[in-house]
């Protein structure tokens, strides 16, 4: 059980656009910044929007981060076959004294 | 470029130590916390502990503590996860990252990441 809640699949056409969820609590999400993370099937993660929703250079303008309160959100739009991958959320959390990661959601472009 | 390299897979019987290396490269060794992240077969991700490769100070998930000991090697800019009392369900892939910005402890993002080392634990 992941101490940050996502959706454990989601789903688009190309062109769409799609979210993707996560929520936490007071101890993480709450009072620190989230992180997303993209994942390739049999990569490395990879830095995908830090700070809630600023991009890496080299992240396409597609991909969005948003935060309110202890929940967040990641939007892909314009969705590319090339967007098939797991994505993962995280933020420090003081309970753990360390990074919590949501459970990670499969997005499958259709 | 920034880089971590990370030693090869390793096949272990439970009850030994695995001990995977992190190779830096790039950048500023002793001023970037590193952490150690875990991924079990079809899991998420996991986080094992932090070392500041600066001073050598260390802290663990609870999940860790008395198993896990992190390690550094400023000579070869280098950071080691020693793990032991191997069980099964330790068996996934290792992964070490870097902080983003120099020094940043809490409000951290993690870039790059190693290309992660295998651990299969199996009798």
């Known amino acids: 059980q992941s101490v940050l809640t996502q959706p454990p699949s989601a789903s688009g056409t190309p062109g769409q656009r799609v979210t993707i969820s996560c929520s936490g609590s007071?101890?993480?999400?709450?009072?620190?910044?989230v992180n997303w993370y993209q994942q390739l099937p049999g990569t490395a993660p990879k830095l995908l929007i830090y700070?809630?929703?600023e991009r890496p250079s080299g992240v396409p303008d597609r991909f969005s981060g948003s935060k309110s309160g202890t929940s967040t959100s990641l939007a892909i739009s314009g969705l590319q076959s090339e967007d098939e991958a797991d994505y993962y959320c995280?933020?420090?959390?003081?309970?753990?004294?360390?990074?919590?990661f949501g459970g990670g959601t499969k997005l499958t472009v259709l | 470029q920034v880089q971590l390299v990370q030693s090869g897979a390793e096949v272990k019987k439970p009850g030994a130590s695995v001990k995977v290396s992190c190779k830096a490269s790039?950048?500023?060794?002793?001023?970037?916390?590193i952490h150690w992240v875990r991924q079990a077969p079809g899991q998420g991700l996991e986080w094992v502990g932090i070392?500041?490769?600066?001073?050598?100070?260390?802290v663990y998930a609870p999940k860790f503590q008395g198993r896990v000991t992190m390690t550094r090697d400023t000579s070869t800019s280098t950071v080691y996860m020693e793990l032991n009392s191997l069980r099964s369900d330790d068996t996934a892939v290792y992964y070490c990252?870097?902080?983003?910005?120099?020094?940043?402890?809490?409000?951290?993002?993690?870039?790059?990441w190693g290309q992660g080392t295998l651990v299969t634990v199996s009798s």
């Open positions: 990252t870097k902080v983003g910005t120099a020094t940043c402890y809490r409000d951290c993002w993690f870039d790059p």
């Open positions: 790039g950048y500023t060794f002793t001023s970037y916390y």
């Open positions: 070392i500041n490769p600066g001073g050598g100070s260390t």
């Open positions: 007071s101890s993480n999400i709450g009072n620190y910044p």
């Open positions: 700070s809630n929703n």
């Open positions: 995280a933020a420090w959390d003081d309970s753990l004294n360390g990074p919590v």
